[in-house]
């Protein structure tokens, strides 16, 4: 199914390379971020067939071989790349829509729901159990010989989410600037950025500079 790799840091090693961040706490999240401000369609992550298969390697989902044979394949098949990347991003949005609304107090349209189930029919038929070194585990049967394999796993996981108790734990991160969405698993379920380290801090230091600058005019 992907490669499990040995070196806990190994994963986010690959991640920074390919320049994607995994903070959303489930996979279908972490496809849904791989854009970032919609409302203007600022810093997108897959603007090519190949961005689709970085992905994949930085999130686990593709192993080397596996990739290296959808580009051979994509290269052969252009077009057929280009409608596989067509159909991922209209899963991400599917995937957004949804947990949007769900963060929002709501619950996923009709419309998403009927584009989850046909990407379900997709995918699920690929799914199989085979052993492994520790018993058992899912893998995903012709990954590599199909170009919309990389989105097998990511429909999965937003199933699995959205049928989860986690649901009701999914979140949109609150800049004005961002869209991302992550599962608060945060002791107190309080939390309100996808990123400290990111939004949290550029929050932080706006307010930081509106304090400085209200105590200006006042002084």
């Known amino acids: 199914m992907g490669y499990n790799a040995t070196d ?3 994963p986010k ?3 920074a390379q390919a320049g994607f961040e995994f903070s959303g706490g489930a996979l279908c999240l972490d496809f849904a971020n791989t854009i970032g401000d919609r409302s203007v369609g600022r810093n997108e992550k897959l603007t090519g067939y190949s961005d689709l298969l970085r992905w ?4 686990g989902i593709l ?3 596996a990739r290296e044979t959808l580009e051979r394949l994509a290269a052969r ?12 991003i209209e899963l991400r949005e599917v995937i957004y829509r949804s947990f949007s609304g769900q963060a929002a107090g709501g619950q996923p349209g009709p419309g998403e729901l009927a584009a989850l189930n046909a ?3 997709e995918a699920l038929p690929h799914l199989r159990v085979e052993p492994s070194e520790n018993g058992f585990d899912w893998t995903w049967s012709g990954m590599e010989r199909s170009l919309e394999g990389p989105l097998w796993p990511v429909t999965r ?3 699995e989410l959205l049928t989860s108790d986690e649901a009701s734990l999914v979140r949109e991160c609150a800049s004005e600037t961002c869209t991302w969405l992550f599962v608060d698993r945060s002791r107190t379920h309080r939390r309100r950025w996808c990123d400290m380290k990111t939004c949290g801090n550029r929050a932080k230091a706006r307010r930081h500079y ?3 600058k209200l105590k200006q005019s006042r002084g």
């Open 157 to 159: 996981s937003a199933a």
């Open 77 to 88: 098949r252009s077009d057929d790349a280009n409608r596989a990347l067509h159909h991922a």
């Open 63 to 65: 192993a080397p071989p």
């Open 210 to 212: 509106e304090r400085a």
């Open 119 to 121: 990407a379900l029919l």
């Open 13 to 15: 090693r690959v991640a």
């Open 8 to 10: 806990m840091d190994e």
């Open 56 to 59: 994949g390697a930085a999130a």
